[in-house]
């Protein structure tokens, strides 16, 4: 019977303690098959510095409570491995690693970076002799896996900014007479729009509101940019813009660089958000107000969606099953089976077809003029941010847990990253 | 039977809406004293221009969501009337449209400012000889009337800086290893640093988190905030800064005005979460991440504070009351009866102590090196956080109303503002 190494990766999501949660606990369930589960600190660096931790000392309670508490309970990194040719002594390290601590399954949990770690660390039965399961358990704010139908992690940042926006727009609206009638919101996704997408559910049937959406994918058009906002303007008196920070113009150039100096020439960190405001201003004359998300919209579990709750459960409990049956090198995925009612299902992708890629939104998910989510962009969405999935409150404050994260004795030498 | 005059002014809050059903629910429940509630399209300004909403064609229901609906849902406005002496043709007119349409009572629902036109309103009597009763409805999220405890509108903002404080904290805390180690973000509160305050609740005994406040009380010194952040980063390995915007330098510039030229000399607007995380890294060489949570901050029912919603709405149903009372020139004002358990009740303030003041964090609140907040400060602010009151949800969104606001018909000519 074989240990387990379970470990965060990239930026963190409301939601990857959940599955996080559901690695554990299903790993609890089978005591006569998996062992511990040993968890890294920071991610795969955890697992080369030997800096495990015993999630066994942690209470059924406290592994529970990672179910509504967001962020990465173990501590993440941002560290890509490079290839066994290249640094075979970071995998030779790995396996010491893993034969001092007994260690049989490793399951990591991350976006495409993580999942080509995943993947070199599931190479080493094969090319190095280790008998190891490597499975991947997907996790992006970003939705830009493949394969899977969608990402844990991103149905409750689409909430997120699903419902800020409609906030936010109802509130421009209230000043539009006297004061403000642009409200620019910065979202994350560098290189792909699901998120800026999801500022479009902020307007439905039940309430038309006038939001114009930047996706990285389109390149900005300034003039076709002031013309959409003077039209919304025109006809509702306000409107919100949703910017992606990866937003590009013509020239292949972030939007956000703006080469800015303060007074004393010092350069300073623009926004994207900064930079539409002042182009509205400018070009149009019109009293805005701005904000940048930022860490807000992935870290917002307070307003997680049950979906997505329950997709990360899933995809965690589903990893140690399939490690469970011997399956190396593969990664849970979401299959949905049925728009309405919206049902879906796990089932298994092979990691060299995860790794490594992106997934865009399709030029059908947005509207011919660039600037909005169609109809069937709408239908993806939707089912993604339904169901409210609050955490406990304690005196004003939801009551996330902090575990103990006990260290496992170390047996090893130092080594140096 | 005199018919009632409502309207809502300056900037809008969480729960403005809440007071409008207090008065409006409370106007209904006193048919034989009160005619009708017209509103104004757009605060003062529906006064002043006769474009009045007729209350009374909303549906029992749709008044009733109100409670539950952000924002203004009769629109806002930035506008301060002059005084009688300098603008006597808007007091003329302010007659002339409450005559027509029958209107004995006026009801203002704003802060320090609108409070000052609440005030001028209630000396038409007096002073023109038109009967009318003006009584002020508090709110703002800025907490700087005077004599009220706090205001509607700040217990919603509180919580939701507090929350996202807490929720971003532990978002950087995963990420300090191998990425971001300090975590900007910028709030509002230009003069008073109650909402900035609200940060320093994220950390407490269930979860201490390190969080550096920035005040606008105190002046912004350098070489003091940069030693702190560094001793935080020290301690933890991470720290989250909540600025407010209206932090100031010793030479008593905003240090948010940094006179920001992008690469084509134009001017550029500018935060001050870019500055302090520009600061972080230049010398302290830490990574960073940063947001403004602007107008999201103020608009954010979904996570309102329920001891805010019963208070906003407690002071609409008390301003109502003491109009049927004949009190003219007042302001229902919250007193804190006992801290454990928190117990409030409804007094009555006068208007001309309310009028063009503001209250600013008492020394007492901040802790001795200017960057947290004390426990007297905490045992203050925690009550008002208290309770979530979450709004109903379809489809994933939340089911904020908009009312059919239909105008009254006019009776009178054109008024140029």
Not at 63 to 71: D, F, N, S
Not at 190 to 216: C, K, Q, T
Request: charged content about 25%; proline content about 4%.
């Amino acid at each position: 019977m074989k240990n387990a190494f379970y470990a965060q990766s990239g930026g963190v999501t409301a939601v990857i303690n959940a599955s996080a949660c559901g690695v554990i606990e299903t790993a609890r369930r089978h005591k006569g098959k998996i062992g511990k589960v040993f968890a890294g600190r920071n991610g795969i660096i955890g697992a080369l510095t030997e800096d495990l931790i015993d999630t066994s000392k942690e209470s059924a309670q406290a592994i529970a409570a990672l179910r509504h508490t967001p962020a990465g309970a173990f501590g993440s990194c941002r560290y890509k491995l490079k290839s066994i040719e290249e640094h075979r002594a970071q995998y030779e390290r790995l396996i010491e690693v893993f034969r001092a601590h007994d260690i049989g399954y490793f399951f990591y949990n991350g976006g495409g970076d993580s999942a080509d770690t995943c993947l070199k660390v599931s190479q080493l039965s094969e090319r190095l002799g280790y008998p190891i399961v490597a499975v991947h358990v997907p996790k992006t704010v970003d939705n830009d896996l493949p394969i899977t139908d969608n990402c844990p992690g991103f149905g409750s940042v689409a909430k997120y900014i699903a419902v800020s926006t409609r906030e936010a727009t109802l509130d421009v609206a209230s000043m539009a007479k006297t004061s403000t009638r642009v409200f620019v919101l910065e979202v994350m996704g560098r290189h792909a729009g699901w998120i800026a997408a999801a500022g479009g559910l902020a307007s439905d049937r039940d309430l038309e509101l006038p939001v114009v959406i930047l996706f990285p994918e389109i390149a900005f058009d300034q003039a076709k940019f002031l013309g959409r906002v003077a039209a919304a303007v025109k006809k509702f008196g306000y409107c919100t813009v949703v910017v992606s920070e990866g937003v590009k113009g013509a020239d292949g150039q972030f939007l956000a660089d703006q080469g800015l100096r303060d007074a004393f020439g010092h350069a300073q960190l623009g926004g994207v958000a900064p930079v539409i405001a002042g182009l509205v201003k400018r070009e149009l004359n019109l009293k805005h107000h701005w904000a940048v998300a930022d860490y807000l919209q992935r870290a917002a579990r307070h307003i997680a969606s049950k979906t997505d709750v329950l997709q990360a459960y899933a995809t965690g409990k589903a990893a140690v099953e399939m490690a469970l049956k011997g399956r190396n090198a593969v990664m849970p995925a979401i299959k949905r089976i049925s728009q309405r009612p919206y049902r879906w299902k796990i089932e298994m992708a092979e990691l060299k077809d995860v790794a490594n890629r992106e997934k865009f939104m399709p030029r059908g998910f947005i509207s011919a003029d660039g600037f909005g989510i169609t109809e069937k962009c709408r239908q993806y969405l939707l089912p993604l941010i339904q169901g409210e999935d609050y955490p406990p409150y304690r005196n004003g404050l939801p009551r996330y847990v902090r575990l103990k994260n006990m260290g496992v004795k170390k047996k090893l030498g130092e080594f140096r990253l």
